[in-house]
């Protein structure tokens, strides 16, 4: 059962990451290149949006596959502890429980699939800004070394300042989520799984809250990606006062939540409906899924 939820994770994670990435690429493309130096029209416009493409689908299985898997694990091994902890500190509290619980969860799943993510996004943000004509390039690039900083350093670059966004970013979604979704499922009377399209829903208002919220972060990390050299976050944003003002942070607030918001229902759909037709699967005794597992 263990090894069935953990395939089930993998392969709906998968399934959702990539088909958003696939979905949403061009939008994504014209979000980078708002939130590059020299603004939109100076990096490509409307010309070649499918640029970086590459990378983007090489990374995204594994990088979605990486964090539902570790995500849902989590969740089960952490809440022994944090129940633990909550009770000896004379609080009982099941909503308090939940919330750290996924809290742990979500940020231990986004550290993990970030080691996959980060290099991906510096290629494909490069890319897309046309400092090179394809991801292949832009990684031979990277493996040259012309700056000196090291093959993992410039592969990794803006890895701090992605973690800075991506754990609020998903301490924000994930317990509002998963709250949204048991009440709702309390609220209709339905026993266990909420079903698809009203997860996605819930899905849809969290991811947006929480991109909201962290847009400023992402628009620091695709500075930071963007830049040649390595630089301290704190000079990064004294720079990008000093040139351009404060007003550039609010115009990409407002611009990166026309890439954010869209890009998560559907994420969440694609989730829920891969998860109902794996148990489809199996409440019509097509175990393909536990066969391949005891092959393995």
Not at 103 to 125: D, F, H, N, T, Y
């Amino acid at each position: 059962m263990v090894l069935t939820a953990f395939v089930m994770s993998l392969l709906s994670g998968a399934a959702a990451g990539t088909s958003t990435d696939l979905v949403f690429f061009p939008i994504d493309t014209l979000k980078t290149r708002l939130q590059a130096k020299g603004g939109f029209f100076q990096n490509g416009g409307y010309h070649g949006i499918y640029r970086g493409l590459g990378s983007a689908v090489v990374a995204s299985a594994p990088s979605a596959s990486l964090f539902f898997v570790t995500y849902d694990s989590m969740k089960v091994r952490v809440r022994p502890h944090v129940e633990r902890v909550i009770n000896s500190s004379g609080t009982r509290s099941p909503h308090s429980v939940d919330t750290i619980v996924h809290m742990i969860a979500s940020s231990m799943g986004e550290l993990a699939a970030c080691l996959v993510r980060v290099p991906a996004e510096v290629i494909k943000q490069r890319t897309q800004v046309h400092s090179t004509n394809s991801s292949w390039q832009t990684f031979r690039t990277i493996l040259k070394n012309e700056n000196q900083e090291g093959i993992i350093r410039n592969l990794y670059r803006g890895w701090s300042t992605t973690i800075m966004r991506e754990i609020p970013f998903t301490c924000i979604q994930f317990p509002l989520y998963e709250f949204m979704k048991k009440e709702w499922a309390l609220y209709d009377n339905e026993v266990g799984h909420l079903k698809p399209w009203k997860g996605a829903i819930c899905g849809s208002i969290a991811g947006g809250i929480a991109a909201a919220t962290t847009t400023p972060l992402d628009f620091l990390k695709t500075r930071l990606m963007l830049n040649k050299d390595s630089i301290p976050i704190k000079s990064l944003i004294r720079n990008i006062y000093k040139e351009e003002g404060f007003k550039i942070f609010l115009v990409e607030y407002i611009q990166g939540q026309c890439g954010l918001v869209p890009a998560v229902p559907s994420s969440w759909v694609c989730m829920r409906q891969c998860i109902l037709c794996f148990n489809r699967l199996r409440k019509r005794k097509l175990y393909c899924i536990d066969s391949m597992i005891k092959f393995l």
